[in-house]
């Protein structure tokens, strides 16, 4: 699995020649960055799932130059950005919306959904024809705002805390039974 894993991988070498991270320089080429540690592999896996959650935009590269500062694996960062996709994003704010409106204590019933999501928005009604085009993103992103933030900032922390967790607990599983097969063969004296 970790074969396939390894050449499904980018190279260092491509990394540092990608034009978003060529500010990163020869500190990308760190071969702590690379190596398939328990613990790196584990960071990496949490800071790309933040960065999927936190944000829809740059989140490869935001994962990347924080595995360079934290010196996680890279390669696991960037993967595990894919976890929110562009297919994703409309449920997973959606979500993120509804998670922080009920901390926040605001409503969440048909009546009271933000234009975004209901089609409308109050604040676009009085406004009227005088808004057009992005305007009307803005004033409607408004109403969605506070809960958003707040719900994805608890899912960011949340899920990369899982996301640590989980390849931690799975990686020490894993050298475990794989310990206890190679006992099992070897021969009592």
Not at 1 to 12: A, E, I
Not at 71 to 96: D, E, Q
Not at 109 to 125: F, I, M, N, R, Y
């Amino acid at each position: 699995m970790f074969d396939r894993l390894r050449r499904l991988m980018p190279t260092p070498e491509a990394m540092a020649r990608n034009r978003w991270l060529r500010w990163l320089g020869p500190s990308l080429l760190h071969p702590r960055l690379w190596h398939m540690s328990r613990r790196g592999v584990a960071t990496g896996a949490a800071i790309g799932v933040f960065f999927a959650f936190i944000t829809p935009i740059a989140q490869i590269p935001l994962s990347a130059a924080l595995s360079v500062a934290l010196r996680a694996n890279v390669p696991a960062a960037v993967a595990a950005t894919l976890v929110n996709t562009p297919p994703t994003f409309g449920p997973v704010y959606y979500a993120a919306w509804w998670v922080g409106a009920r901390v926040l204590d605001e409503p969440v019933d048909a009546e009271h959904k933000p234009g975004v999501l209901a089609g409308q928005s109050a604040t676009l009604q009085a406004a009227g024809p005088a808004l057009s085009g992005w305007s009307k993103w803005v004033v409607t992103l408004q109403d969605v705002g506070k809960p958003l933030l707040v719900g994805t900032l608890i899912f960011s922390f949340g899920f990369s805390l899982l996301a640590y967790l989980l390849v931690n607990g799975v990686w020490h599983l894993r050298v475990r039974l794989k310990r206890r097969r190679r006992l099992r063969r070897r021969p009592l004296p």
